[in-house]
């Protein structure tokens, strides 16, 4: 059973910077793409960043495009995504999601709350 485990969410000053990390455990993940995704109160979840374990082929929403880096440690399973240049409107809770390529996001983590004050 694969599962995800986000840590790394807080409370940040605009401007300031956070490092979350997804820790994944239960499978192989060679053919896995992992991502994150964030919910912001009364909003829609929306897409964050992905990247393919396998070549780390990476895609950002233009929204955090040149201020988030998501990365990967293959050793450890776990997935990073680098919060930098935080503004208010990143407050939201942050989820780590993985599936297979081509396929749907299968697994969702249990979130970690990101808040961004002004």
């Known amino acids: 059973q694969v599962q995800l485990v986000e840590s790394g969410g807080g409370l940040v000053q605009a401007g300031g910077s956070l490092r979350l990390s997804c820790a994944a455990s239960?499978?192989?993940?060679?053919?896995?793409?992992m991502g994150w995704f964030r919910q912001a109160p009364a909003k829609e979840r929306e897409f964050v960043a992905r990247?393919?374990?396998?070549?780390?082929?990476?895609y950002y929403a233009d929204s955090v495009k040149g201020r988030f880096t998501i990365s990967r440690d293959n050793a450890k399973k776990t997935v990073y995504l680098q919060m930098d240049s935080l503004k208010p409107e990143d407050t939201a809770v942050y989820y780590c999601?993985?599936?297979?390529?081509?396929?749907?996001?299968?697994?969702w983590g249990q979130g970690t709350q990101v808040t961004v004050s002004s």
């Open positions: 990247i393919r374990w396998s070549d780390s082929t990476i």
């Open positions: 239960g499978g192989t993940f060679s053919n896995y793409i």
């Open positions: 999601a993985g599936g297979r390529v081509g396929g749907p996001w299968d697994y």
